[in-house]
């Protein structure tokens, strides 16, 4: 399995789908979406997951003008790799809803970050990854039992609460503005975080604008302190000394290795 690109936090206002290419394509789609099904037209309830084969003419729309946030890994496939996906038993080309995609996000964030190091293993890391996602995509579709973390207390707001993260990593988020809205105290709430997912809340608002930062040093020509303001930060030294001590390099020396890795 040979991963061509993987990219996070991207955001689209039309439909989407076939024009993605002629390999495969994972999609995390963190918003409701439309599409058709057996001449029916459905939508999604909330964060969903599709697996999209080879030749896909489907399209995926926006719900109410909405723009669609999704993440995506588009790869090529031998045929071992073909026959593992059918021993998944779930279904291709088309959205499956999803109670948690904790694993799932996590995969795909592990995945973007070593992309960029090009260990020796990498290939290995790569294939193991994607076999997680589509293990837990199969867990999701054969109604698996639900996931002891979802007994937390306050789990489906805390759940929401780090997708807003996710989604908007500029905003200045504040943990007792947090613990007010949801009336608990700042203990108690660093607590159930911890618990549900592993890493603390200002981890998660590091790491949210970190992978923004990360996309824009990948994609678009601004300077690093352009992207620093734009992920939240007052200061660009700050942001300089965070994103080395996260992701082993400087912003300018990550962009030099994302362009090289694209012009191979």
């Given at each position: 399995?040979?991963?061509?690109?993987?990219?996070?936090?991207?955001?689209?206002?039309?439909?989407?789908?076939?024009?993605?290419?002629?390999?495969?394509?994972?999609?995390?789609?963190?918003?409701?979406?439309?599409?058709?099904?057996?001449?029916?037209?459905?939508?999604?309830?909330?964060?969903?997951?599709?697996?999209?084969?080879?030749?896909?003419?489907?399209?995926?729309?926006?719900?109410?003008?909405?723009?669609?946030?999704?993440?995506?890994?588009?790869?090529?496939?031998?045929?071992?790799?073909?026959?593992?996906?059918?021993?998944?038993?779930?279904?291709?080309?088309?959205?499956?809803?999803?109670?948690?995609?904790?694993?799932?996000?996590?995969?795909?964030?592990?995945?973007?970050?070593?992309?960029?190091?090009?260990?020796?293993?990498?290939?290995?890391?790569?294939?193991?990854?994607?076999?997680?996602?589509?293990?837990?995509?199969?867990?999701?579709?054969?109604?698996?039992?639900?996931?002891?973390?979802?007994?937390?207390?306050?789990?489906?707001?805390?759940?929401?609460?780090?997708?807003?993260?996710?989604?908007?990593?500029?905003?200045?988020?504040?943990?007792?503005?947090?613990?007010?809205?949801?009336?608990?105290?700042?203990?108690?709430?660093?607590?159930?975080?911890?618990?549900?997912?592993?890493?603390?809340?200002?981890?998660?608002?590091?790491?949210?604008?970190?992978?923004?930062?990360?996309?824009?040093?990948?994609?678009?020509?601004?300077?690093?302190?352009?992207?620093?303001?734009?992920?939240?930060?007052?200061?660009?030294s700050y942001f300089m000394r965070?994103?080395?001590?996260?992701?082993?390099?400087?912003?300018?020396?990550?962009?030099?290795?994302?362009?090289?890795?694209e012009d191979k």
């Amino acid at each position: 399995m040979k991963i061509n690109r993987i990219q996070l936090n991207c955001r689209r206002d039309t439909a989407f789908g076939g024009e993605l290419g002629a390999d495969p394509v994972f999609l995390l789609l963190r918003t409701p979406i439309m599409y058709e099904e057996n001449g029916q037209q459905l939508r999604t309830e909330g964060v969903s997951a599709a697996l999209l084969t080879s030749g896909y003419k489907q399209s995926f729309r926006p719900v109410k003008g909405k723009p669609i946030r999704y993440d995506m890994v588009s790869f090529r496939t031998s045929a071992a790799d073909r026959q593992y996906i059918s021993s998944m038993n779930f279904p291709q080309d088309t959205p499956i809803e999803l109670a948690d995609d904790l694993v799932i996000s996590g995969a795909l964030r592990s995945m973007q970050s070593q992309s960029m190091h090009r260990g020796k293993h990498i290939s290995e890391f790569m294939e193991l990854s994607m076999r997680i996602i589509f293990i837990a995509l199969s867990e999701t579709y054969d109604n698996a039992p639900a996931s002891p973390v979802e007994k937390i207390p306050r789990y489906a707001e805390l759940r929401k609460l780090r997708q807003a993260i996710y989604d908007d990593p500029m905003n200045s988020w504040s943990i007792d503005e947090m613990c007010e809205e949801m009336r608990i105290s700042r203990t108690y709430f660093h607590r159930l975080w911890t618990a549900a997912f592993g890493v603390t809340c200002l981890q998660d608002v590091i790491e949210s604008r970190l992978l923004r930062a990360a996309e824009l040093l990948k994609n678009t020509d601004k300077s690093v302190y352009e992207i620093a303001v734009e992920c939240g930060y007052d200061s660009e030294s700050y942001f300089m000394r965070q994103f080395k001590k996260h992701k082993n390099c400087t912003p300018s020396e990550f962009r030099r290795r994302a362009l090289s890795t694209e012009d191979k």
